[in-house]
C-alpha cells in the first residue's frame, strides 16, 4: 500500500482546508484510513478514522469542526478542516491499516498545515 497526502498549506484562522490521501496497491486489504497530526515537539495525535465500513472516529479537539470522508472511486480519504485554529497547525500524515495475513500499517509523507492568529 502506498499513500500520498496532499492540501496543506497557509490558511487563517476560522479558515478552511482539504487534506487528500490517495491510496495505491493493495488497497482491498485496508481496515481503517486514520489521520494524524505531529506537533513541534513531536507530539503526535490521532485527528480521524474511517473504517472500509464508513464507520468515523475523531479527536475531541476536532470534532465539529473536521470531518473525514472517502471516496472510494478515487481510492482517496479526506479530511476536510473548518473553523481552523493556530493550535491546528502540524504536519499532518495518513496512515492505513491492514488486516489478516500479513496485517501491517503504512505511512504516507506528511503535509504541512499552518494556521495563522
Known amino acids: 500500500v502506498q499513500l500520498q497526502a496532499s492540501g496543506g498549506g497557509l490558511a487563517q484562522a476560522g479558515g478552511s482546508l482539504r487534506l487528500s490521501c490517495a491510496a495505491t496497491g493493495s488497497i482491498s486489504s485496508i481496515s481503517v484510513i486514520n489521520w494524524l497530526r505531529e506537533f513541534p515537539g513531536n507530539e503526535r495525535e490521532l485527528v480521524a478514522s474511517i473504517t472500509n465500513g464508513g464507520a468515523t472516529n475523531y479527536a475531541a479537539s476536532v470534532l465539529g469542526r473536521f470531518a473525514i470522508s472517502r471516496d472510494n472511486a478515487q481510492n482517496t480519504v479526506f479530511l476536510q478542516m473548518n473553523s481552523l485554529k493556530p493550535e491546528d497547525t502540524a504536519v499532518y500524515y495518513c496512515?492505513?491499516?491492514?488486516?489478516?495475513?500479513?496485517?501491517?500499517?503504512?505511512w504516507g509523507s506528511g503535509t504541512l498545515v499552518t494556521v495563522s492568529s
Open positions: 496512515n492505513a491499516k491492514t488486516s489478516g495475513v500479513g496485517a501491517n500499517s503504512y
